[in-house]
């Protein structure tokens, strides 16, 4: 199975800091990821997929970029609302692999 | 607006097996563009696909689970289920149905947790 590896784990940031995350995949995976925000005791959202494409009511804010084996996400001005875990997850191939999930939290 | 809805029990005995039903509704189970996912979620694991299925019956599987492991789908009710045999205690987890689509995981339901204890 392809192994996804976020960086960091876990970050503190303030309200209109940029943040960004990072994903990399064991093998090439192209650019057949998603990223996806979860907050607590709610499913995971989908933000991202193709990489870089904002899934539809996604505020522009997030963006997501790369291919191949490093991926990032990024949001350029974070909002109290974006404070959460985020997770890359895998297209590229069965089993889907979501990466080990990064927690944003107010610093 | 599409909804998923997982039941079945809180709880099974270990060495049972774990029965999953997922409710989709407002949309079709039969939509040609869509397939239906189980995924479950624990703090040991994180965030660990479990299987997929096509309203046509075909099926993929986790290979770590692939031995233990059944989904199914009824379109006629529109419901989709999982069953997982043999469970242990490093199977309590939140369990999520969820709709795919090409190149994403666009729709989850809320997640039912599932404790494997005597």
């Known amino acids: 199975a392809i192994q996804m590896t976020q960086s960091p784990s876990s970050l503190s940031a303030s309200v209109g800091d940029r943040v960004t995350i990072i994903c990399r995949a064991s093998?090439?995976?192209?650019?057949?990821l998603g990223w996806y925000q979860q907050k607590s005791g709610k499913a995971p959202n989908l933000l991202i997929y193709?990489?870089?494409n904002l899934e539809s009511g996604v505020p522009s804010r997030f963006s997501g970029s790369g291919s191949g084996t490093e991926f990032t996400l990024t949001i350029t001005s974070l909002q109290p609302e974006d404070f959460a875990t985020y997770y890359c997850l895998q297209e590229y191939s069965r089993p889907k692999t979501f990466g080990q999930g990064t927690k944003v939290d107010v610093k | 607006q599409l909804q998923l809805q997982e039941s079945g029990p809180g709880l099974v005995r270990p060495s049972e097996t774990l029965s999953l039903a997922c409710t989709v509704s407002g949309g079709s189970i039969s939509s040609p563009s869509h397939y239906w996912a189980w995924i479950r979620q624990s703090p040991e694991k994180g965030l660990e696909w479990i299987a997929t299925?096509?309203?046509?019956?075909?099926?993929y599987y986790n290979p770590s689970l692939k031995s233990r492991v059944t989904i199914s789908i009824d379109t006629s009710t529109n419901q989709f289920y999982l069953k997982l045999s043999s469970v242990t205690a490093a199977d309590t987890a939140l369990y999520y149905c969820?709709?795919?689509?090409?190149?994403?995981?666009?729709?989850w339901g809320q997640g039912t947790l599932v404790t494997v204890s005597s």
């Open positions: 193709g990489a870089s």
């Open positions: 093998q090439d995976i192209k650019n057949d």
């Open positions: 969820a709709r795919e689509r090409a190149g994403a995981i666009e729709h």
């Open positions: 299925i096509y309203y046509t019956g075909t099926t």
